[in-house]
């Protein structure tokens, strides 16, 4: 008799070590958003390598961000208006850089508290926001990366 009762109770305490063990982990990254004036807008997953297991990972590559932006409608702002990154994922990520594209130049822009500042010049921006989420014992180690892409038009 004493089996039939303990029985159940192994059986959840094996089920529940085996889940706690294995995290919950997307099968890709998640959605990034930017924020513009109050109103939030998504933006295009473009190339990432993402961990789905402990022991498995997913890497898709993707053309650039004026490629795949194409045919997309720029999301209007005004010139210097503050465009904030927003990100609704657990664990944060630990590291991130954005790169604007207009024609042919290329620059690196300044990401504070999440934000940055459309450009003062009219005109159309593309944009690539790279995130990466760190290992946390080994810092050289990404336990995923995903670039983002976004494209402004400024009024």
């Given at each position: 008799?004493?089996?039939?009762?303990?029985?159940?109770i192994i059986f959840f305490v094996l089920i529940t070590a085996a889940c706690s063990n294995n995290e919950v982990i997307e099968s890709e990254p998640p959605i990034a958003l930017i924020e513009i004036n109050n109103k939030q807008y998504e933006t295009i997953l473009?190339?990432?390598?993402?961990?789905?297991?402990?022991?498995?990972?997913?890497?898709?590559?993707?053309?650039?961000?004026?490629?795949?932006?194409?045919?997309?409608?720029?999301?209007?702002?005004?010139?210097?208006?503050?465009?904030?990154?927003?990100?609704?994922?657990?664990?944060?990520?630990?590291?991130?850089?954005?790169?604007?594209?207009?024609?042919?130049?290329?620059?690196?822009?300044?990401?504070?508290?999440?934000?940055?500042?459309?450009?003062?010049?009219?005109?159309?921006?593309?944009?690539?926001?790279?995130?990466?989420?760190?290992?946390?014992?080994?810092?050289?180690?990404?336990?995923?990366?995903?670039?983002?892409?976004?494209?402004?038009?400024?009024?």
């Amino acid at each position: 008799m004493k089996k039939l009762i303990y029985t159940p109770i192994i059986f959840f305490v094996l089920i529940t070590a085996a889940c706690s063990n294995n995290e919950v982990i997307e099968s890709e990254p998640p959605i990034a958003l930017i924020e513009i004036n109050n109103k939030q807008y998504e933006t295009i997953l473009g190339s990432y390598c993402w961990k789905t297991s402990k022991s498995s990972n997913i890497c898709v590559d993707t053309a650039g961000p004026v490629e795949i932006l194409e045919g997309e409608t720029p999301i209007e702002v005004r010139s210097g208006e503050v465009v904030k990154f927003v990100m609704h994922y657990e664990p944060k990520r630990t590291k991130i850089h954005v790169t604007q594209i207009e024609g042919v130049k290329t620059s690196d822009v300044i990401v504070e508290n999440n934000t940055f500042f459309a450009p003062m010049d009219k005109g159309i921006y593309y944009y690539s926001y790279g995130v990466w989420w760190m290992d946390k014992e080994n810092t050289n180690v990404s336990d995923g990366d995903a670039l983002y892409n976004f494209v402004l038009e400024v009024k």
